[in-house]
């Protein structure tokens, strides 16, 4: 039952049938926590979301029937491109070094090691790589998915909030990594992207063990069972539901979590989203992480985050449960 309820899919025994099943802190009932409505259709949000667990009014979970095919995913033969977006609106963290200039593909200092990282491993897959944190140079349209890294506070604008909107509604691609989770409070779509979830806050940067709670996903089939990191393990409220969970940090390692999160703690997940495609991560505080300094674990974060990455643009199997 555990591994159902981390999942978000309320597939239950018969005996259980009418009683209801807790998923994230609130009572559901059996059989509608995996985006089917009656008949098969698509569950509507009054069949998924009871109690606590709010309502963002799109198609979410972890069926791909949320999914619409509008063009924003990648197709056999077109080039692979994404977009780095990584403008903070409130504390910077030091992975992403100094503020970047004005444009599109402004010179990167020395600094910018997580945007420099990630341009790198992109650009060794075949994937052509822009980055930004210009407003006016947040256009989505060529790309297969955006990359929010450690964007916090108010990163977009109105127009950039419609903008991204109407991105993932075309099927679009979205990754978050890290203090994503710390942003755009006040946007309950934007934490409906997330998951459901949000930034609440974290103890010391510090070393845990990170559980694979599902490895038949292309961004952990590769893993072992167990192995070390070192995070700012993220506490989050609300806490992520109807997402297909992929890690978690053994609560022992991490800092002790807010009412909320119970005896699980997710560090990482994924679901479908208003048309669209979300893979998320709360890991790469540590900027060893994104570098060639000694990090233990640090060649499962960067192949999870490459994985992740490539099933958010289509190029390969999403979301497996």
Request: net charge negative; glycine share 12%.
């Amino acid at each position: 039952m555990k591994s159902l309820i981390r999942s978000g899919v309320a597939l239950v025994a018969a005996a259980a049938l009418g009683a209801g099943l807790v998923v994230g802190g609130a009572a559901m009932n059996p059989g509608k926590g995996n985006g089917n409505g009656l008949g098969g259709q698509p569950a509507t949000a009054s069949q998924i979301y009871l109690d606590e667990i709010k309502d963002y009014g799109v198609c979410r979970g972890t069926d791909p029937t949320c999914y619409n095919e509008w063009g924003n995913g990648w197709t056999e033969g077109e080039q692979k491109r994404i977009l780095i977006w990584s403008r903070t609106a409130g504390p910077r963290h030091a992975h992403l070094g100094t503020a970047l200039g004005p444009g599109l593909n402004p010179p990167l200092n020395a600094n910018n090691v997580a945007q420099a990282a990630l341009k790198a491993w992109a650009e060794e897959r075949g994937i052509a790589v822009d980055y930004t944190e210009d407003l006016a140079q947040f256009r989505l349209n060529n790309y297969q998915a955006v990359v929010f890294l450690s964007s916090n506070r108010d990163t977009l604008d109105d127009s950039a909030q419609t903008t991204l909107m109407q991105y993932i509604r075309g099927g679009g691609g979205f990754v978050g990594i890290h203090n994503a989770f710390g942003a755009e409070y006040h946007w309950p779509y934007y934490e409906g992207l997330l998951g459901g979830a949000n930034f609440y806050n974290h103890g010391p940067n510090r070393d845990g063990t990170v559980e694979t709670i599902n490895n038949k996903d292309v961004s952990t089939s590769f893993m072992p069972s167990t192995w070390a990191f070192k995070d700012e393990w993220y506490n989050l409220v609300p806490y992520p539901s109807f997402v297909n969970v992929l890690l978690e940090v053994d609560k022992a390692t991490s800092e002790a979590t807010p009412a909320g999160h119970g005896e699980s703690h997710p560090v990482s997940w994924c679901q479908y989203y208003d048309g669209g495609r979300a893979w998320l991560t709360t890991l790469g505080h540590d900027a060893a992480a994104w570098t060639s300094a000694p990090l233990a674990g640090d060649e499962f974060f960067k192949q999870h985050v490459m994985e992740g990455l490539e099933s958010a643009m289509g190029i390969k199997p999403f979301c497996a449960a």
